[in-house]
């Protein structure tokens, strides 16, 4: 995630699930919709969103990998309460997206490809 710029006040735009696929897909748009990017996470596991709204504004996204912290703890918790599968599953990484606005998310991965684009002036 160094290679990107923050997502600080990016717009979620919209969220993909290919259950079949294990992946999760999430495209955020710039605060200036200049650009475009798409975060792809693949051996998704588990997902939950709450507070979707008519506007989505990204504060920070944050991959919790540091197994024994308690933000990763926490997160596993909230993902259990929703999806439990118990304490015998591995240990994956968690996207947390907090929000400015609307929607939270924790995606929990394997892996993470991030593309970004300029989005064409229409």
Request: hydrophobic share 45%.
């Amino acid at each position: 995630m160094q290679q990107y710029p923050s997502f600080h006040d990016w717009f979620l735009v919209g969220i993909a699930v290919e259950a079949e696929m294990k992946t999760i897909v999430v495209v955020l748009r710039s605060d200036n919709k200049a650009d475009q990017a798409q975060l792809v996470f693949q051996g998704a596991s588990r997902c939950l969103a709450n507070g979707f709204a008519a506007q989505n504004i990204v504060y920070q996204l944050k991959i919790l990998d540091d197994f024994n912290s308690a933000e990763y703890k926490s997160a596993v918790s909230a993902l259990e309460e929703a999806h439990p599968w118990g304490s015998d599953w591995p240990r994956k990484k968690i996207a947390s997206f907090s929000s400015s606005v609307g929607a939270e998310m924790l995606i929990e991965y394997l892996t993470l490809t991030v593309t970004q684009e300029p989005l064409s002036a229409a």
